[in-house]
């Protein structure tokens, strides 16, 4: 068993679990619970696994980690998890964290135990288009509960907070984006695999889902050639209607690279890559995003006020197919504007996406609620 220490412990809630291997939310909590233990913070970490068993712990980097085996898999297995993970943490004194409202009812049980809990309310999951109605409709209560039961709630954009200040007051809410590590440098060897020359493509990386404007992109990149490539990330099914339709609209030039977990070859592709395309319409700050500002690349955004507000008034914006074709046309044809504007995404990094800067605030919260 691990100590306790009820002045400065705390336990983050709502991941698959660390080290980070599934996304945004699971990479934020590694760097978060890495940056706390350096600075005296006891901190735990609820792991979900697949399969059956007993709740056991074990200890990562310092981190003590709690392991919660599930049997189901998907959404119905993770709200198993959050379940089995509340009641778990609802027995221990300390500080939580919860990444994510989408089963903010279990929260109710931490006010009945007297635990303070923080929560970071993530995006507005209930507008996603690709959500049945009653999915929107859990999201959308869940998203209600969790500004009653937290006590305090994160957001991660002023959008989000503003959104969350229709629910609760201003002083309830705390707004901090995510952070990125900066890339300086990356091997060109990889970019081999796919025939691709550096500084001579621009990138895509995201879920193939209507609301993040993959069609829309591929189809203006598509309308002539470009004497370029386009590089989409992400998994690609023929038998899936949307993502045929993606797949028909591109021309020779797009390349389509499967879905790409290793870290050090996103680097790489990040780093080497001309343009990022980020299409996605609903959200606070996304992640990717942030991490091709750290990478020091140009920006090509849809124009929603989420994605200016992070990417910042240097980057180009579109709203439809033909203001992306219009943006591709202009940007393909000038080199000087296009490193303009990957100075202009290490300067906004630095101002505002550092994890320093982010981690810090975080603690700086977290103090004020121990």
């Not at 949307?242 to 797009?254: F, G, I, K, T």
């Not at 870290?263 to 343009?275: D, P």
Request: charged content about 20%.
């Amino acid at each position: 068993m691990f100590a306790m220490n009820t002045k400065k412990n705390i336990r983050i809630m709502g991941i698959r679990g660390i080290p980070a291997a599934h996304g945004g939310f699971e990479t934020f909590a590694e760097y978060l619970a890495l940056y706390l233990l350096q600075r005296g913070w006891q901190v735990t970490v609820y792991c979900q696994e697949d399969g059956a068993g007993e709740t056991y712990e074990d200890e990562w980097e310092g981190i003590r980690r709690v392991h919660i085996p599930v049997t189901r898999q998907g959404p119905a297995g993770t709200i198993v998890f959050d379940w089995k993970s509340t009641a778990h943490a609802a027995r221990e004194p300390g500080l939580l964290l919860t990444l994510g409202y989408n089963t903010a009812a279990f929260c109710a049980w931490y006010r009945f135990k007297g635990l303070t809990n923080l929560i970071n309310m993530d995006g507005i999951e209930w507008r996603r288009s690709k959500w049945s109605r009653p999915i929107q409709a859990w999201f959308w209560i869940n998203e209600r509960l969790g500004c009653w039961f937290g006590h305090h709630l994160i957001a991660d954009n002023p959008g989000i907070a503003d959104h969350l200040a229709t629910r609760v007051t201003r002083s309830k809410i705390t707004m901090i984006p995510y952070g990125a590590e900066p890339i300086t440098a990356a091997d060109t060897e990889i970019l081999r695999r796919w025939e691709l020359q550096s500084g001579n493509f621009a990138t895509l990386i995201a879920r193939p889902e209507p609301e993040n404007s993959i069609l829309e992109a591929v189809s203006a990149f598509s309308r002539r050639p470009r004497n370029t490539k386009l590089l989409v990330l992400g998994n690609y099914d023929p038998n899936q209607e949307y993502h045929q339709r993606v797949l028909d609209a591109a021309s020779d030039e797009v390349v389509f690279a499967g879905a790409i977990y290793d870290k050090e070859i996103v680097k790489a592709l990040r780093f080497h890559s001309s343009l990022y395309v980020h299409g996605h319409q609903v959200g606070g700050t996304n992640p990717s995003l942030v991490e091709a500002l750290g990478a020091g690349n140009a920006v090509l955004a849809h124009g929603n006020h989420f994605n200016r507000w992070v990417a910042g008034p240097e980057a180009r914006y579109f709203m439809d197919e033909d203001q992306c074709a219009t943006c591709f046309d202009e940007l393909f044809a000038n080199a000087t504007e296009l490193a303009r504007m990957s100075q202009a995404s290490r300067e906004q990094y630095g101002e505002m996406f550092t994890w320093d800067k982010v981690l810090a605030e975080y603690e700086k919260l977290l103090d004020e609620w121990v």
